[in-house]
């Protein structure tokens, strides 16, 4: 059973910085997606990256492109991150992560993220 735990929010002034983690367990497959969304209320969810298991490519969101980047843990690839720098009150949000793994998603509970001004 493919599991996505999610942890790492939190409040913080603008301009500071957060780590979301993802651990997830229970996939097989080699070859699957990781993705970290994020969803305001009355708004739309919004892709904010995602990153190939297969080769390691990365996505990211115009907004948050040069203060987002997403890894994973090199040694036991169990935990995705999301190191968020210079965040911005907009990017307040319940960011979930999301496997993507043969045609399904998976995804682990959501974390608040707040930034005050």
């Known amino acids: 059973e493919v599991q996505l735990q999610a942890s790492g929010g939190g409040l913080v002034q603008a301009g500071g910085s957060l780590r979301l983690s993802c651990a997830v367990s229970?996939?097989?497959?080699?070859?699957?997606?990781m993705s970290w969304i994020r969803q305001v209320p009355g708004k739309e969810r919004e892709v904010v990256s995602c990153t190939s298991k297969s080769d390691g490519s990365t996505y990211y969101a115009d907004s948050v492109k040069g203060r987002f980047t997403i890894s994973s843990d090199s040694n036991t690839e169990n935990e995705v991150f999301l190191q968020m720098n210079s965040l911005k009150p907009e990017d307040t949000a319940v960011y979930y992560c999301k496997a993507f793994i043969a045609g399904l998603d998976y995804w682990g509970q959501g974390t608040q993220v707040t930034v005050s001004s």
């Open positions: 229970g996939i097989t497959f080699d070859d699957y997606a």
